[in-house]
């Protein structure tokens, strides 16, 4: 069952992230390892500002902290140049509780569109 999750969690065009409290990554699927230009073995324990430009990786880490920090879920849209090009994006992040009241890292579903 793993495996199957593996596999269909590699194949969307979506980014798929989790990061610790320290907004470091956990896992990366293939599409951010693909947007980042980075193997995805090599982003792990590392954070958005080790790939792209600081203050593209604030965006990211400002609202990765709110929802880490506030336990609850969050939607939005913004434009971010990431390796010379310029995306159209929209991020869900979502916390990852344990004991349903301590949260422990976050979770992103980004979909990045060119142009």
Same mark, same amino acid.
């Given at each position: 069952m793993e495996n199957l999750l593996s596999l269909v969690v590699n194949a969307t065009d979506n980014c798929i992230y989790v990061k610790? =409290?320290?907004? =470091? %990554?956990? %896992?990366v699927n293939s599409a951010v390892s693909r947007l980042y230009e980075a /193997?995805?073995?090599?982003? @792990?324990g590392k954070s958005d500002v080790d790939f792209i430009a600081p203050e593209q990786s604030a965006l990211f880490n400002e609202a990765d902290r709110r929802v880490i920090d506030s336990g609850v879920k969050e939607c939005f849209r913004f434009e971010i140049e990431i390796k010379g090009v310029m995306y159209m994006?929209?991020?869900?992040? %979502?916390?990852?509780? @344990? /004991?349903g009241s301590r949260c422990v890292a976050g979770i992103g579903i980004l979909t990045p569109k060119a142009g």
């Open positions: 610790d =409290r320290d907004l =470091r %990554f956990l %896992f /193997d995805a073995e090599s982003m @792990i994006a929209e991020d869900h992040k %979502f916390p990852v509780m @344990i /004991d």
